[in-house]
């Protein structure tokens, strides 16, 4: 099992540019989040999602899109980035039922900066 | 809404026991307490989950008062691989719809020194 794979590792763009991260599990997981974390903030959630086709909006998903058109991909969107989303994102998923239901399994993380 | 508070940081040596308090004083019912370690340039790993009393895995004991306005992470023997920094997370189990709240703390960096 590869567990929660992320695509890119790295990337940079410039201000206005857009991009998709992509967020992929194979433990057959029906929750999956996104999260920005930046020094000092802690991890903040951006989106998330229940099952395939459905999405919702975290703490901070000003700025961002999110997709789950298969049960085993979660897409990240920035339309128009902006310096203020530069950070670190991460990926995860979870099983929804009994004691793990809140037992996150992330993926490695994009370094993300915006110029 | 629930907020988490925990210290900054802390040291300890090889050995020693080590405890993260975390503070969330309104926390909600339906609320889980969740502890994660994260090492450098790496995703958070779980490590222990608890609702109330004590909880005890291979790694860890989590210790929840009656009143679940705080818990504490407890490490026994810690060795140099445990420096880390350490998350508590507070989170709404059982609502699976829109309004999922997922509260974490901005985490403990603990040094473990030889």
């Known amino acids: 099992n590869a567990g929660v794979t992320q695509t890119p590792k790295f990337r940079v763009l410039k201000t206005g540019q857009s991009m998709t991260l992509l967020c992929a599990q194979d433990m057959n997981h029906e929750y999956m989040y996104w999260y920005r974390q930046d020094p000092g903030m802690g991890l903040r959630l951006i989106h998330y999602s229940v099952g395939e086709g459905t999405t919702a909006k975290g703490e901070v998903p000003d700025g961002y899109n999110v997709s789950r058109l298969k049960k085993q991909n979660f897409l990240l969107g920035l339309e128009s980035a902006a310096p203020s989303q530069t950070s670190v994102y991460f990926c995860?998923?979870?099983?929804?039922?009994?004691?793990?239901?809140?037992?996150?399994?992330f993926g490695p993380g994009t370094r993300l900066t915006v110029l | 809404l629930a907020k988490t508070t925990q210290p900054i940081s802390m040291d300890s040596y090889e050995g020693q026991e080590v405890n993260i308090t975390c503070s969330h004083n309104?926390?909600?019912?339906?609320?889980?307490i969740t502890w994660y370690q994260q090492f450098p340039s790496q995703g958070p790993r779980f490590i222990i989950q608890?609702?109330?009393?004590?909880v005890t895995n291979e790694v860890a004991s989590l210790f929840i008062p009656a009143d679940r306005k705080s818990s504490t992470l407890s490490l026994p023997r810690v060795s140099l691989s445990d420096t880390a920094v350490y998350y508590c997370l507070v989170g709404d189990m059982l609502n699976a719809g829109n309004n999922r709240k997922l509260i974490w703390g901005l985490g403990t960096s603990l040094a473990v020194n030889p």
């Open positions: 309104n926390i909600a019912t339906n609320d889980y």
């Open positions: 608890g609702y109330k009393t004590k």
């Open positions: 995860a998923s979870s099983p929804m039922t009994g004691g793990s239901y809140n037992e996150q399994f």
